[in-house]
């Protein structure tokens, strides 16, 4: 563990500050900084009270609990744990017999555009029949169900029936490999698992059953008993006899009708398998109770949603953020939310901005690196730039995934949001469950780049690496202090790994995050340095990579994306090099020497020339996971001149690894 100091983190303090207007407050359910200060004055003071307050206020309890948290078994902690309730019935049955009932929940829209609408009634009776037929095909309580499907309201289906007649989920997002698909089919025990034929993404239809049938053959699958599949598309799949069927024959052999089982509040909601882009993927668990009040509450707090708004969180099924603002989130609010099958490129890189102006969305959620590829397509092609449609609907702009460099931020908050709509960047992890440090938009000034402040009862801190607190403006690994209703519960399978993953010892039993960050000196605002195995040490200076990719970033006439790390140096111990991504095609020969030297001393300018890299590299792209991270230990690999031979399973690109192969 290492910390990224402040000696070479000047130049990226942000001036800018954007104050929420006098009207987003009047109609903000936490209305200015006093409200936000209030609620986190009353976790302060009845830490316990404050959020047994909110889950009786946020959800529907079939039996209410009586003890709040349960700390005897640290950190195994359990919250509200005698209270009984079903995941589903909070998402579905709470509305029925209100207003709601009749509401839009899902407006899906199609590779293709087609749009298909489900109102929440009719996504219970959907819901319910396939709960029906799982439960007739033998799954029961307790059980694991792998999901690998693509993004559709079948998808929202598949999770929300496991969860109501009490089986576990465990969503693989649909672009992984056979091989990764069956690691967690086999880690997690599963006995189904609920897929389609095909999936739609970019006009091309893509197999599915395909890649489960060759996930199943690579063996250690036995506990799967059934296969269902759902029909995306007209063409005809391979179905094994006696084990696979097909989802709407199931679902229309059963009753529309079907009452939710219900679990202690501590029985496991999901399983998720993070991205690996650090490493051999965990098995992340989640509770029913603690996790869904969070992605409950955080729908209110980050987001305030209303009653009139189309909300639309552009994340995969696959991910943490799937889960918490499409499959419950959303719905336990009874919002109405656009689910998207297809890719932000196609037909057009102007395909997100054309699909907020058609569904009149009002808040939009979505990753960085989304943005940071739709703003260099815009630059490169007017025909995509969102002045062409009209985004006037939009009340509210969300970032989540990785650190939002300043200059992206700025661009998304001007051209997307019009400058009237506050941007919540919400840095959380599949291990919390919802969010941890984000602006609330009705309350936070915003300071671009910055995750700004935890929420009320999420204690996080900085610290060094014995634990102790640091001061404003230096560096040090993030933390959180106290337990939390939607933390982890372990590592399916290993409660070790998630003990000495989780809780270091020397760490005074604190939460760690895995992440850099540092607080700034006059609003003790948090900025996400980056992994704190991301730290790089040349001649004795510790600096973040983060800091120096945004340094090249920052460099808008000519850098579109950049990845840093380091390479072992006889020198300086360690040496910095770039990939970097240019706003114009892949430049060779003097042309490339020439930007190299340029882009060096634009680095030398910004942050010192300490932080020079020795080397940079050119490529049309970075290798990134599916979910869209930069995969920096390949990169690692790269800059030492090794071959590759980690597991690339994950690897959205693999081409590109031997474009950047090569020094210029
Ligand atoms: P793995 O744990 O397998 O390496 P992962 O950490 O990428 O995968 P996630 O849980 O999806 O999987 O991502 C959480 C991480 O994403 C955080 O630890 C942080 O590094 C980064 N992150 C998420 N949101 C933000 C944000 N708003 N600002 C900065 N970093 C963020
Ligand atoms: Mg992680």
Redesign the pocket.
Known sequence: MSVSSSAVQSTLVENRVFEPSASTVAAARVSGMEAYHALCAEAERDYEGFWARLAREQLVWHKPFTQVLDESNKPFYKWFQDGELNASANCLDRHIGTPTEHKTAIIFEADDGTVTKVTYKELLAKVSQFANALKAMGVQKGDRVVIYMPMTIEGVVAMQACVRIGATHSVVFGGFSAKALQERIQDAGAVAVITANYQMRGGKELPLKAIVDEGLALGGCDSIKNVVVFQRTASPCNLVAGRDVLMHEVMAAQSSVCAPEMVGAEHPLFILY??????K??GVQHSTGGYLLWARQTMDWTFDLQPNDVFWCTADIG??TGHSYVAYGPLAAGATQIVFEGVPTFPHAGRFWQTIEKHRCTIFYTAPTAIRSLIKAAETDAKVHPKNWDLTSLRLLG??????NPEAWMWYYRNIGGERCPVV???????TGGHMITPLPGATPLVPGS?TLPLPGISTAIVDEMGNDVANGQGGILVVKKPWPSMIRTIWGDPQRFKKSYFPEELKGYYL???GAVRSEDRGYFR?TG?IDDVLNVSGHRMGTMEIESALVGKTDLVAEAAVVGRPDDLTGEAIVAFVVLKRPVPTGDEAKALATELRNWVAKEIGPIAKPKEIRFGENLPK?R?G?IMRRLLRSLAKGEAVTQDTSTLENPHILEQLAKSN
């Not at 993070?274 to 490493?279: K, L």
């Open positions: 993070t991205s690996g882009s650090t490493g993927p965990k991910w943490v970032s989540v995934g990785e650190p939002i960047d919400t840095f959380w992890q599949t291990e995750c995050a895995g992440d996400i992994r996971t979910s991270k």
